[in-house]
């Protein structure tokens, strides 16, 4: 499955772990803001486990369980959506972090390790980084993105289509 070989112990405790990052972050911000927040450690490790557990029973004989499970997280993601709006809060990122970090525990054990790593420490830094972000947002100026997309287009499209000799 992958050059490391991880067994299926460590995988268990990397999607607990990156559950746990997740809803550390989460609950920090909601501390740091000073707002209620969605769900905390727990929550984000449960969850993450339960996408590890619904990927493990997929692979071992009842592979509708894997969808389901993530069918049942966006109920409840949407219902806690729901619930925030009638609040007066507006946002979806906590949400996202929550079918995310179901995605993050099925791929713990369904796929090569590094891809949930990246995904679980990508998405701690960009939910932490939201002040950042917003203020690099505010102050870009319209002719940098223009150059950051140029830059893009060149990188990514023109120069793989290029002869390399």
């Known amino acids: 499955m992958d050059i490391i070989g991880l ?12 559950g746990f990052l997740i809803g550390l972050e989460r609950e920090a911000s909601s501390l740091q803001y000073q707002k209620q927040a969605v769900a905390g450690v727990r929550t984000y490790s449960l969850i993450s486990l339960y996408g590890f557990g ?16 993530l069918g049942s997280v966006v109920i ?5 959506y729901v619930g925030r709006i009638r609040e007066g809060h507006h946002g979806w990122t906590s949400s996202v972090a929550i079918l995310l970090t179901y995605i993050i ?16 420490i990508i998405s701690a830094i960009l939910l932490s980084e939201k002040t950042r ?32 000799r």
């Open 133 to 164: 972000i917003e203020n690099f947002v505010e102050n870009l100026k319209k002719f940098e993105l223009f150059a950051i997309l140029k830059f893009l287009v060149v990188t990514l499209l023109v120069l793989p289509m290029l002869p390399n």
């Open 76 to 80: 409840l993601a949407g219902i806690e």
């Open 54 to 69: 619904c990927a493990w029973m997929a692979q071992n004989g009842a592979p509708a369980v894997l969808p389901l499970g």
């Open 105 to 120: 525990g099925a791929l713990t054990l369904n796929s090569i390790i590094w891809l949930p790593l990246a995904l679980g």
């Open 7 to 18: 067994t299926f112990e460590v995988r268990f405790f990397i999607a607990l772990g990156l």
